[in-house]
């Protein structure tokens, strides 16, 4: 039976007649643990998953996490890495072997592009991008070595979507895994596990977290796939989550659905007032209506977070580059998720040196309205737009 989110946030996991029936879980700092005799450590070490041998398997207070994020997914299992972009790393490589080919959407997270362009074809390992909106170009690129079909709904700059069950039933057709960048949304407005997708992966610093401070990834998926990355990946390269980390994130999982709520009512709020202003030739948000992907998001997502794109109409780039900086209670920075409100203004990543210009427009900019007060953030961004 699926457990209450209420239970999975307070209670599941937690084992708090074990540290004096403390509330909060306590930080186990510790990289090893000692066994009463052989027999004990050589059960542990068949099970090292779930036993409590050395901290780079497993720690009890980054378990405790682990439990929760993927009760939250309504997967068996999870596995917690130092970052997003490793937990998407580890994916795709367990994935995998030398000669394989991934099918990836277009225009993913910029580091899971990475991955496949630059890196895995070292190893032999091909892919193509694909309009993942377009099953039938998904299909043609379907060829006798295709392993995995990856996964990002909503992107996180323009808002893409593909239609999740299509992709999934497409993929066991060809007896490919499935695998999401499912950030955009949080566990909270999506759970591909119940549209039958194979692996769900969280950078946890956005949303799960969602205090700015700390960096860290998740794997959810079938125990079949938990147990084999575990062993794989996960023990191999090592990029584990300390449970200093751990705990924090803890902290801020509490709280992840009050958030998420505020997020978007704050967004719908924002958004509503800004549409139609002379300064803004489109905006871009999963759940307006004019959204061009509108009825799939309203579809298989119950919610949608703070994240919302604008076109500027205005002339050049010193001219938008001028308006963002008479803009103050928005931060000018990368992420995402956290309780401030962000800004990231494409124009600044064009013409730098060494460095290709970005795909998206210069005229768009990435907002994020974080737990501020709407008002508060609307007032700063109209001052700015209705200014000279
Ligand atoms: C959609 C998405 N996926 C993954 C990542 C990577 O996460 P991390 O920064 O935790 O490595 C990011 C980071 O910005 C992201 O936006």
Not at 2 to 14: P, Q
Request: aromatic share 8%.
């Amino acid at each position: 039976m699926e457990e209450h989110i209420s239970y999975i946030l307070n209670d599941l996991g937690e084992h708090r007649e074990k540290y004096f029936n403390a509330m909060s879980p306590p930080i186990i700092q510790t990289s090893n643990f000692v066994f009463p005799n052989v027999a004990d450590f050589q059960a542990a070490i068949l099970d090292e998953l779930n036993a409590h041998i050395y901290t780079k398997g497993n720690n009890p207070t980054v378990e405790i996490l682990r439990k929760k994020i993927a009760a939250l997914e309504g997967t068996d299992d999870a596995l917690l890495f130092a970052s997003g972009t490793a937990a998407i790393s580890m994916t795709i490589m367990h994935c995998v072997g030398q000669g394989d080919h991934v099918i990836c959407v277009r225009h993913p997270y910029s580091w899971t592009a990475t991955v496949l362009s630059k890196y895995l074809v070292k190893f032999g390992v091909t892919h193509d991008f694909v309009d993942g909106s377009d099953l039938k170009a998904i299909e043609a690129l379907i060829k006798p070595n295709t392993k995995l079909l990856f996964l990002e709904s909503p992107n996180t700059f323009t808002y893409e979507l593909q239609d999740i069950p299509a992709c999934v039933a497409l993929a066991k057709k060809h007896n490919l895994l499935t695998a999401i960048d499912n950030s955009h949304a949080s566990p909270i407005f999506q759970q591909p596990a119940k549209m039958g997708v194979d692996i769900i992966i969280h950078s946890v610093t956005k949303y799960i977290n969602g205090h700015s401070d700390v960096v860290a990834g998740v794997v959810c998926s079938h125990q079949q796939i938990i147990d084999k990355m575990f062993i794989d990946e996960y023990m191999i390269l090592g990029g584990i989550l300390p449970p200093q980390e751990a705990a924090l994130i803890l902290r801020g999982l509490r709280t992840l659905p009050i958030r998420m709520e505020r997020v978007q009512k704050s967004t719908m709020q924002i958004i509503a007032r800004l549409k139609g202003h002379p300064k803004i030739k489109k905006l871009l948000y999963p759940f307006d209506p004019d959204f061009p992907q509108y009825d799939l998001a309203r579809k298989q997502m119950s919610g949608c977070g703070g994240l919302f794109t604008i076109e500027f109409d205005l002339p050049d780039k010193d001219s938008l580059l001028k308006l963002i900086s008479s803009i103050k209670r928005w931060k000018i920075a990368v992420s995402w998720g956290g309780h401030e409100a962000l800004m990231l203004p494409i124009a600044a990543l064009y013409d730098l040196p060494g460095r290709d210009n970005p795909h998206i427009p210069w005229s768009f900019v990435r907002f994020y309205v974080g737990l501020e007060e709407p008002d508060y953030l609307l007032a700063d961004l109209l001052e700015a737009m209705d200014g000279e």
